[in-house]
């Protein structure tokens, strides 16, 4: 099935919009394949880190989160009652 393709209107620096000239030049694209590999390539590298944080976010916001503090605890008790089963055995 083919992918539906939407039309933007975006607005940029023109710096950036001479770039973008230049790279599509050199690589003998057009510049909206060129922005479009930039944006595939953002949402790759970011965009994937981006959404974990934001449902991290939402995971806190409802509540569905621990104390690291207790989580410290839980484990310095784990560690103390594991190093007195060894000692016992090393009797």
Excluded: H
């Amino acid at each position: 099935m083919a992918t539906k393709k939407l039309q933007i209107e975006l607005d940029l620096p023109e710096e950036l919009f001479e770039v973008l000239d230049r790279i599509a030049t050199a690589v003998k694209e057009d510049r909206a394949t060129v922005m479009r590999w930039a944006l595939d390539y953002y949402v790759e590298q970011e965009g994937e880190i981006i959404l974990d944080e934001a449902a991290g976010i939402a995971e806190l916001d409802a509540g569905l989160s621990v104390d690291f503090d207790d989580v410290l605890k839980e484990s310095y008790a784990i560690i103390k009652a594991a190093e007195a089963r060894r000692a016992k055995r090393a009797v």
